[in-house]
DNA sequence: ATCTCTGCAAAGGCTTTGCACATAG
DNA sequence: CTATGTGCAAAGCCTTTGCAGAGAT
């Protein structure tokens, strides 16, 4: 039977708190501040644990390490900032994607992430 | 000055060959054949190579090591079969992502990775 | 002959695992 | 009390690097 623990809870306080993807060592360093003696290996457990359940999931960087985030209802894209490294969830999604496969294929998911700049990095000054 | 060898020969003809996104395992597997004692730490940096001069680029797939291909001159994306793990190019781009990014943001790049079953995998029998 | 490239093995990241102890139920 | 969860350290991937020798020019 799965367990209620403070390690658990202050992992998923992370998530819940910073509405956008993190990485596990990101995890780890927020959830330290409630549960000082939490070890990177119980923040893998945890996140492996919370993406099979669903609850969380992957989002991956082309050439780096996945990121994870709690899954909402909805579904979205993500836009990945070139200058800062920081990823943006999207609002919207994309249509008309059936006409990109041919006869045969079954689309059962899509990605899309968008790359450039954001308005910070575009715009320094100020 | 930048040198011709065997080595570098046989990794660009495998990439050349398959006209697919392929990881540093399969380029060694493929390139073995005619460079038999081919190392490992040679693809990769043969990879680097190819992919800093732009001619070849990598393709990843949520929790997995990026795979490379061949850049042609088109621009594309992928379909990846939850089944047989399969990456398959497609033709064509979708339009209208600028109205997923609020204003300020600019695209410079994206990405598209649809996912599902691809004819081979979804019709088995035959 | 020179200077780059290669193979090998070692070293580096990130992630997972083994194990004894801690602790929720 | 018992079985799951945790921290630590070790082990496992994949990728990069150091180095001496091979090979292209």
């Known amino acids: 039977m799965e367990r209620r623990t403070a390690q ?3 992992i998923q306080q992370v998530f819940a708190r910073f509405n956008r993807p993190l990485s596990p060592q990101e995890v780890l360093k ?5 549960t000082p003696r939490l070890g990177l290996a119980t923040v893998y457990r ?3 644990a919370l993406e099979s359940e669903g609850r969380l999931h992957a989002v991956t960087i082309s050439g780096q390490s996945p990121r994870y985030e709690w899954c909402d209802a909805s579904h979205h894209h993500y836009f990945h900032c070139a200058a800062c490294d920081q990823v943006f969830k999207l609002e919207g999604c994309a249509d008309n994607l059936d006409r990109l496969v041919p006869k045969g294929f079954k689309i ?4 899309i992430m968008l790359s450039g700049k954001c308005p910070a990095c575009r715009n320094p000054r100020r």
């Open 108 to 111: 059962e998911g899509h990605e």
């Open 30 to 34: 927020e959830a330290r501040r409630r």
């Open 46 to 48: 945890a996140i492996r």
């Open 8 to 10: 658990r809870e202050s």
